[in-house]
């Protein structure tokens, strides 16, 4: 039985409802609306095949929470592949949240920020990705169903940017996007790095997410990808880099994230 299916039959024993969302939530990211409650939550570590986290800020729980009318699978911390685990491994919970009938995704990250105008504390809509990493989940594995080759063009959806924008305008804060550039790490990048980064057109730098859009694309899943700038990259600014740094930062701007979920979420449910 496939790790993803024998997960899904341990979640339904307690969970039955149907899951239409899934949200992942990134390095130092643990904000969802006020006033929602979880049905039923799991520890990573107690769902069978589920790999844990070894880093901080990474709370690894999966919760069934109910917004309106809808639950949504909100999964707390990722793993990533500088970890040790496989590009396959890292996309655990979005094939978990296949098994269990999820159709849309909100994936969101911490990231550092190559271009001037999104500072720390800013939230950044992704609008494409460059997987210079070129870890792809599918190496290796051929998908029982849907294509092999796989069309990333529009693999974020248009019209959930689009709901974004008008979420972030309603909420009077700055609508900032950009291009997500996905690197292995645990290293921060150089400042040569840095500057080639921007020069091919890259808004953010990050070690996670870019795996996730991958697989949901060739799995049909509708999928919207937020990053929350905790730093300027290297030789962008005299502050040295780390995960400390982008924890705090994530903390400070949890006040954001609640209104904007709420408000994006109260659309769409």
């Known amino acids: 039985m496939k790790p993803e299916l024998k997960a899904a039959e341990h979640i339904r024993k307690r969970f039955k409802e149907r899951t239409d969302w899934a949200l992942v939530q990134g390095s130092g990211i643990n904000a969802f609306p006020e006033g929602t409650e979880a049905a039923a939550t799991f520890r990573y570590s107690d769902i069978p095949g589920f790999p844990v986290s070894t880093v901080a800020g990474h709370k690894g729980e999966l919760a069934f929470v109910k917004f309106k009318d809808s639950f949504i699978a909100v999964f707390k911390g990722r793993v990533h592949y500088y970890e040790g685990y496989s590009s396959w491994d890292t996309v655990f919970p979005m094939r978990l949240a296949k098994e269990l009938g999820v159709r849309n995704a909100v994936l969101t990250n911490a990231a550092g920020s190559l271009d001037k105008d999104i500072a720390p504390g ?29 069309d990333m063009g529009n693999a974020l959806s248009p019209d959930l940017i689009d709901t974004a924008k008008t979420v972030f305008q309603k ?93 994006f979420f109260d659309v769409l449910l």
């Open 171 to 263: 909420l009077g804060l700055p609508f900032k996007q950009g291009v997500y550039v996905y690197l292995t790490g645990p290293c921060y990048e150089t400042k040569a790095e840095v500057r080639m980064l921007s020069g091919i057109g890259g808004s953010l730098v990050g070690m996670s997410t870019v795996p996730e859009i991958i697989f949901a694309k060739q799995a049909g899943i509708r999928t919207f990808a937020l990053s929350l700038c905790t730093n300027f990259a290297a030789g962008m600014s005299g502050s040295s880099l780390s995960h400390e740094e982008v924890i705090e930062t994530g903390r400070k701007a949890q006040g954001d994230l609640v209104r904007f979920f709420r408000e």
């Open 122 to 150: 800013d939230l950044a809509v992704i609008r494409d990705t460059i997987n210079f990493a070129q870890v792809n989940p599918f190496i290796g594995v051929i998908p029982e169903e849907g294509e092999r080759f796989i």
